[in-house]
């Protein structure tokens, strides 16, 4: 079920998208090396709760932390823990927040000290994907021309795009329909329509897209242990294109 949001709605999810953008901003100030990824997490969780707002992730189907924080081959729910954050490394902090019944979603790629040139690509070219994938974005634009932008970007840079995993509409639920592969053939998919909210989230990786998750049921990693990437932004669609809610 798609639904189109009203500007009550609308008023709702941009307050829960401007805590979140705000809580990214207050980590991109405050991470550094040997910090854990715990503690990155307490950042979240602390500065979300100063706002008036609820952290989604925190417990959803279980999920043990208040962002997704996930270290270089890992590509998405990497579960905040000890370990901590080294010079070189790539990391992406996924932050879901919740005020007055409605959410925002987004997540940032952020490097530690000195990153390879090879690695600060990749996150550059995961950032372009999603401005690539908004080009020409408004009511009336099929869904699946998103995916085929994002694909193409990744792809004429030598990278790979993740397939089993993708972005979604959110309002009162973080998840909502329609899923926003990063992936496919233009001109294809629904018609987007003035009042949705979308949340668009490039997966990319150096190496092979494909993924696996660990025993632990939310680490989920490339196959070949390449580095990759995330970079993603709640969306309003509107009649004459998009407004980036968190950003
Ligand atoms: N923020 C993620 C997304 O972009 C989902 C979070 S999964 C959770 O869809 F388990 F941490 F909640
Ligand atoms: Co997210
Ligand atoms: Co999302």
Redesign the pocket.
Known sequence: MIYIKSPEEIRKIRAACAVVRDTLLHVGKNIRAGMTTQEVDALVHDYIVASGATPSSLGYYGFPGSA?ISVNEVVVHGIPSERPLRDGDIVSV???AEKDGYNG???RTFCIGNVSPERRKLVKVTEECFFEGIKGLQAGTPLYDIGYRVQRHAESNGLGVVRAFVGHGIGRDMHEDPSVPNYGKKGTGMRLKAGMTI?I?PMITQGDYRVKTLSDGWTTVTQDGSAAAHY?NTVLITEDGVEILTL
Do not use: L, M
Request: hydrophobic letters at 20%; one cysteine or more; glycine letters at 0%.
């Open positions: 997704c996924d932050v879901t979603d987004a997540c949340c989230e993603e």
